[in-house]
């Protein structure tokens, strides 16, 4: 019901910055909290930043000051600015979106499939 395609990764020095873009599709209208979590390997996937219907947001402490997570006026896009990469920034990224379906009513979230991102030194 809800399907995201990330993009924007790639290689970057460290220093450098880059913007994912997560489109969002389906029922968009039913999206409440979007996110970008981040997984390398041998490591879980964990949290990065989120942001509300609202526009509030929340931030893993070693990015804050650092990223930003915005959504686009239509709400169907979720992005995040990353500035001043480290090479501990290196991991898959993925987008997620938290959206309700009804009659009967569930809670689902949706995944985008990653997009790689690679700092160097």
């Known amino acids: 019901q809800v399907q995201l395609v990330e993009s924007g990764g790639g290689q970057v020095q460290a220093g450098g910055s880059l913007r994912l873009s997560c489109a969002a599709s389906g029922r968009t209208f039913s999206i409440n909290t979007m996110g970008w979590y981040r997984q390398a390997p041998g490591n879980q996937r964990d949290m990065v930043a989120t942001?509300?219907?609202?526009?509030?947001?929340n931030y893993a402490d070693s990015v804050k000051g650092r990223f930003t997570i915005s959504r686009d006026n239509a709400k169907n896009i979720v992005y995040l600015q990353m500035n001043n990469l480290k090479p501990e920034d290196t991991a898959v990224y993925y987008c997620?979106?938290?959206?309700?379906?009804?009659?009967?009513?569930?809670?689902?979230?949706?995944w985008g499939q990653g997009t790689q991102v690679t700092v160097s030194a």
């Open positions: 942001i509300g219907s609202d526009d509030s947001t």
């Open positions: 997620n979106a938290g959206y309700n379906l009804y009659y009967p009513s569930r809670h689902l979230e949706a």
